[in-house]
């Protein structure tokens, strides 16, 4: 019963600021690395930020560096997406990814919550 549910997309001008988040139930959030993927019509998926287990480490695609930030409370079971400065090209849907390994096997996919950045 491992779940992941997004949340806080929507429709929001180019220059404008969303929080995405991703609440985790059914399994032990702090034991794994959190992403957040995104997909444009026509394109493939694509991975946008990570997050270490405790939070300490987060990566990012260079498209979104210094516009997004990416963070984690293990206390809620959330990690959200902070985006500013959203540009068109952002929109697409996103996708919330909790991840234990290759060598586990173990991932979790959220449903997808939709940004569309337009005037």
């Known amino acids: 019963q491992a779940q992941l549910v997004e949340s806080g997309g929507g429709l929001v001008q180019p220059g404008g600021s969303l929080r995405l988040s991703c609440a985790a139930s059914?399994?032990?959030?702090?034991?794994?690395?959190m992403k957040w993927y995104r997909q444009a019509p026509g394109k493939e998926r694509e991975l946008v930020a990570t997050i270490s287990s405790t939070g300490r480490t987060a990566n990012y695609i260079n498209s979104v560096k210094g516009r997004f930030t990416i963070s984690r409370d293990n206390a809620k079971n959330t990690v959200y997406l902070q985006m500013n400065s959203l540009k068109p090209e952002d929109t697409a849907v996103y996708y919330c990814n909790a991840d234990r390994g290759a060598a586990w096997g173990t991932q979790y996919w959220g449903q997808g919550t939709q940004v569309t950045v337009s005037s």
């Open positions: 059914g399994f032990t959030f702090s034991n794994y690395v």
